[in-house]
């Protein structure tokens, strides 16, 4: 659905699948005895078996996609939340235009990818991982292709390959803005030495300068026991500062967080996308006042207790990219005849889709651009303090 311009629908039926079989049967011929035999009738004609064609059955009346993710190994339960999280979204739409067919990345996601083409796939779901999407992406491009990794790595987007994942570029901006909104002007930050670090870094340096603040230190950190507390007393040194931008984890953050507020007293913490990822990040009392930009909870609440019911357990908080694909899939090929290439352009309308994770569209460089709210940690929960967008501006 686009965003602004229909109601959210609520839980659809079951989608159930009929399959048949066909059934041979053979016959004989009981000849009774007599004094002279009869002449013997001619044999019946036998019926060929259909010949069996290798692989997946071709299907006519649905288009085929495939989700690419590591449903087994380390990474297997992530994976496997994923694609439940895709099943729960065929149900819940009630689409049977779409067949979904799980591809396991975990033994090579270039060869998973090139099994999904040759089965006859025309949209890939996923996979998860950055470094498979960066092998999935020219044999997808090759075969004409279109790929919608649950990746955040930007340098894999472009060229047939769009990202559905959470990139810490925006949430870093979102929660920024919001701070100059509540009075911050000068901010400082704890970064971890690394890609996601680097990035984040640049993110946020150039967050601060387009709001008109400062930042007065940005200190780097290696992932090892003790570090960042370190780090957090070179930024202390600084001081004052009115918000500590801390680029890693809830529980790095905590450990941070006393040395940073004694530095500079009622300075705020900010967080970033990986926050929203972590069960119990609201339950640590050091990161009481902290505010963090993330997609919002309110849809993923209600999945997630439908997830639980049908499966009998949490799914990961990445289960809802999975969902949302499926949301977008389905929408798209209310207009996708069987058996034509996906219609690649729509993925580029402007007003964008609507999903678990809120409002989301993809820019030119095939990166998900979402409507992000912020959350402050209070009294061992999260409480909304700006409501993310409902969609885009023109």
Known sequence: ????????????????????????????????????????????????????????????????????????????????????????????????????????????????????????????????????????????????????????????????????????????????????????????????NGLYGERTSTAFLRAVEAEGGQVVSLQTYQRAPGAIVQAAARVAAKAPYGAVLVADGGAAAAAAAPALKRGSAGARLLGTELWNSEAGVAARPALSGAWFASVSDGLYRQFATKYRGRFGANPYRLASLGYDAVLLTVRIARDWPVGRPFPEARLRDADGFAGLDGAFRFGRDGVAERALEVQEIRGGTTVVVSPAPSGFGK
């Not at 190994?73 to 049977?96: E, Y």
């Open 1 to 192: 659905m686009a965003v602004g311009r229909a109601s959210q629908r609520g839980w659809f039926g079951r989608a159930v699948a009929l399959t048949g079989a066909a059934l041979l049967a053979a016959c004989s011929t009981v000849v009774p005895r007599a004094p002279a035999p009869a002449p013997a009738a001619p044999p019946a004609p036998v019926e060929r078996a259909p010949e069996v064609e290798a692989g997946i059955p071709r299907d006519t009346a649905r288009n085929r996609v495939a989700l690419l993710a590591p449903l087994t190994g380390p990474n297997a339960g992530v994976g496997q939340s994923i694609a439940n999280a895709t099943m729960l979204a065929l149900l819940d739409t009630g689409a049977t235009q779409v067949r979904i067919t799980n591809y396991d990345t975990a033994g090579g996601a270039a060869a998973a990818a090139r099994r999904a083409i040759d089965e006859g796939a025309q949209l890939i779901l996923g996979p998860l991982l950055a470094e498979d999407a960066r092998q999935v992406a020219p044999i997808a491009r090759a075969a004409g292709v279109p790929v919608l990794s649950f990746s955040n790595d930007t340098t894999v987007a472009g060229n047939g390959t769009y990202l559905m994942g959470y990139v810490p570029a925006q949430s870093v901006a979102r929660v920024v803005g919001f701070a100059r909104s509540r009075g911050v002007t000068s901010f400082a930050g704890l970064v971890p």
